[in-house]
């Protein structure tokens, strides 16, 4: 059996959010870190590579005893399979694909009609412990409760290995929810909530096998 099945979700903002939108010139008393912004709307977004690269980290950590493999071909085969790897013929695609992460209509709505700001400025200081110089900084954060739409795309290679795959997701869900997703998690930005997960198909060589194999998948997912 091949075929895609959509993984679909909310990822809401419980702290801050900063995933930098690069660096660029900042005039002095400007914002010196600005977050990444949809072209369309420039209201907050979540790369899918940012996900991507978050949640195989987690899982990196958690196959190989908390310490991250120096290189990604040294990962778990249950993560290499999932977000891709390279051996000996080249390299290889991974079997979940990661589109970019916009924000959802609900609250879109909310910012109208609460007269909410997409984003806030926080104000930090380091100061250098040899010279006791301070270092001031601003640091745009999309502001907390916001919920961004996911939509991720698993592709179907192996049916035996279906349900082991969504587990080890599953693993990965539940490690970033008790994580931080984008910059300064030490400091208290980028706690998460995953929820609403569901699984559709949406190409299947196999329409008998499928049915029981998908509800086994959202079960997995709903333990999330």
Request: charged share 30%.
């Amino acid at each position: 059996m091949f075929g895609k099945l959509e993984i679909s979700g909310c990822i809401e903002s419980l702290t801050g959010l900063h995933i930098g939108g690069g660096s660029q010139f900042a005039a002095i008393g400007a914002v010196d870190s600005v977050v990444v912004k949809d072209i369309d709307d420039d209201l907050p977004m979540i790369p899918g590579s940012s996900l991507k690269g978050k949640l195989r980290s987690l899982l990196s950590k958690q196959f190989s005893d908390g310490e991250l493999p120096k290189e990604h071909n040294s990962d778990a085969d249950v993560v290499k399979r999932l977000f891709g790897h390279t051996d000996k013929s080249g390299p290889k695609t991974g079997r979940v694909y990661f589109s970019d992460i916009f924000m959802s209509k609900e609250s879109r709505d909310r910012l109208e009609n609460e007269d909410i700001d997409a984003t806030e400025v926080k104000f930090e200081n380091t100061i250098s412990r040899l010279t006791g110089v301070a270092n001031p900084r601003q640091i745009e954060r999309a502001v907390k409760g916001m919920k961004y739409h996911m939509s991720l795309i698993y592709n179907i290679e192996n049916e035996n290995e279906i349900e082991e795959d969504f587990k080890t997701l599953k693993t990965a869900f539940q490690l970033l929810k008790y994580d931080y997703l984008g910059a300064a998690g030490s400091r208290g930005y980028g706690r998460v909530d995953i929820h609403d997960l569901d699984v559709k198909k949406l190409v299947v060589s196999d329409e008998a096998k499928i049915s029981s194999i998908l509800e086994n998948c959202k079960s997995i997912l709903k333990e999330v």
